[in-house]
């Protein structure tokens, strides 16, 4: 059974940052590409990031390109997100999610799984 | 960016009904690269549709993808209560790919 659990959320003053974890289980983690999803309070779903099955390609969205890194560790099969200059336009729900291919194009592809989220609150 | 518009926003419906939800894109959604999601309170959002047509593994066939271009439709037959959720369309086509804004399926 796939898994996908993600961990690190919190509060966080403004200009700060935190680094999300997404632990995957129930599959071959280098085998899949892997991405970030957000939803704030009250809007939509909103791409943020995704990173390839080998971790060698790596694309973000406009609004956290330059602050957020994305990458990956195969021993630990798990996904991180490492954000900083958080503003409070960063508050929102982080969800992990799994493409069912491993190699994505322009970092578009839909998700098969996801995880349940994180709650990132950017507040001073 | 594609923006998708997703109609109604709040979609009130008896079970053993039949649901109708809209997903327009100001532009052409390349190769119909689009998906549909169901999300309930405090879950996981679950993969329906992909590829405007393919159902997901293990989705029921009551759950039905359609259209091309700009204009696709989840069709959701013999509504069951369980079906209550938040349903985005997403395009995946064209970077940076977009979701919609969400229909709200309620079931009387």
């Known amino acids: 059974e796939v898994q996908l659990l993600e961990s690190g959320g919190g509060l966080v003053q403004p200009g700060g940052s935190l680094r999300l974890s997404c632990a995957a289980s129930g599959f071959i983690f280098t085998s899949y590409s892997m991405t970030w999803v957000r939803q704030a309070p009250g809007k939509g779903l909103e791409w943020v990031s995704s990173?390839?099955?080998?971790?060698?390609?790596?694309y973000y969205a406009d609004s956290v390109k330059g602050r957020f890194t994305v990458s990956r560790d195969p021993s630990k099969k798990t996904m991180y997100l490492q954000m900083t200059s958080l503003s409070a336009e960063d508050t929102a729900v982080y969800h992990c999610?799994?493409?069912?291919?491993?190699?994505?194009?322009?970092?578009?592809?839909?998700?098969?799984?996801w995880g349940q989220g994180t709650l990132v609150t950017v507040s001073s | 960016e594609i923006v998708l518009t997703q109609s109604p926003g709040t979609l009130s419906l008896s079970p053993g009904e039949r649901a109708d939800l809209s997903c327009r894109a100001s532009q052409s959604v390349i190769s119909s690269y689009l998906a549909w999601y169901q999300r309930k309170p405090g879950q996981a959002p679950r993969l329906l549709i992909y590829?405007?047509?393919s159902r997901a593994t293990g989705i029921p066939d009551r759950f039905s993808g359609r259209g091309s271009g700009t204009d696709f439709t989840l069709t959701i037959s013999r509504l069951e209560p369980e079906d209550s959720a938040v349903y985005y369309c997403q395009q995946y086509g064209s970077s940076p790919q977009t979701f919609g804004q969400g229909t709200k399926l309620e079931i009387k």
């Open positions: 590829g405007a047509s």
């Open positions: 990173i390839s099955g080998s971790g060698g390609a790596t």
């Open positions: 999610a799994k493409t069912p291919h491993p190699r994505i194009l322009g970092g578009t592809d839909y998700f098969d799984y």
